[in-house]
T-cell receptor, first 112, second 115 residues
Framework: EPEVTQTPSHQVTQMGQEVILRCVPI?????FYWYRQILGQKVEFLVS????????KSEIFDDQFSVERPDGSNFTLKIRSTKLEDSAMYFC??????????FGEGSRLTVL | GENVEQHPSTLSVQEGDSAVIKCTYS??????FPWYKQELGKGPQLIID?????GEKKDQRIAVTLNKTAKHFSLHITETQPEDSAVYFC??????????????FGQGTILTVHP
């Protein structure tokens, strides 16, 4: 069964450092998303991406965040200067369109 | 923006019993209502979804009911098994144009099924 894969599974970084989280969406999917889940809280939408551009973003997704699809398979989330409150599980998801969102297993980010 | 409330936050049942989780939402334009199961260390996995033109949907032991007038929907799991133990999230979306994938999640329900 096709799946969304994410790397790394866990990253520890110092406050102020840049972090890049990587995702390989399901190959025939056209829509890509990042969500995050702070420990013990609900899953929150960050950004959606279609046709090589951001289609929607939340108020959480400020100038410190960016997304990119550098090639035909990867979809990345970059945090330029991490803050303590960026510590969370980050989930990548993809969808074919009008259908199910498939989530990856997540990348846990710990900012010290 | 959309606000989704989910209850209960924890639910403990005996194997074989039924479990019901309820969600309410605020935006009457919302039209897509999925339920996700999240096991420890894994991402959310869709278990059932319903669209606003349908009042009820069933898939084996799992069913979802939707009341658009009252703006609430519920997940029903019958004949629960220990492997049903997980965190369950409801979500809501106004599916149209670019907003399809913007899901607003509920707070989650920790379901524990005791053998």
């Amino acid at each position: 069964e096709p799946e969304v894969t994410q790397t790394p599974s866990h990253q520890v970084t110092q406050m102020g450092q840049e972090v890049i989280l990587r995702c390989v969406p399901i190959s025939n999917h056209l829509y890509f998303y990042w969500y995050r889940q702070i420990l013990g809280q609900k899953v929150e939408f960050l950004v959606s991406f279609y046709n090589n551009e951001i289609s929607e973003k939340s108020e959480i997704f400020d100038d410190q965040f960016s997304v990119e699809r550098p090639d035909g398979s990867n979809f990345t989330l970059k945090i330029r200067s991490t803050k303590l409150e960026d510590s969370a599980m980050y989930f990548c998801a993809s969808s074919e369109g009008w259908g199910e969102l498939f989530f990856g297993e997540g990348s846990r980010l710990t900012v010290l | 923006g959309e606000n989704v409330e989910q209850h209960p936050s924890t639910l403990s049942v005996q194997e074989g019993d039924s479990a019901v989780i309820k969600c309410t939402y605020s935006d009457s334009a919302s039209n897509y209502f999925p339920w996700y199961k999240q096991e420890l260390g894994k991402g959310p996995q869709l278990i059932i979804d319903i669209r606003s033109n349908v009042g009820e949907k069933k898939d084996q032991r799992i069913a979802v009911t939707l009341n658009k007038t009252a703006k609430h929907f519920s997940l029903h799991i019958t004949e629960t098994q220990p492997e049903d133990s997980a965190v369950y999230f409801c979500a809501v979306s106004n599916a149209g144009g670019t907003s399809y994938g913007k899901l607003t999640f509920g707070q989650g329900t920790i379901l524990t099924v005791h053998p």
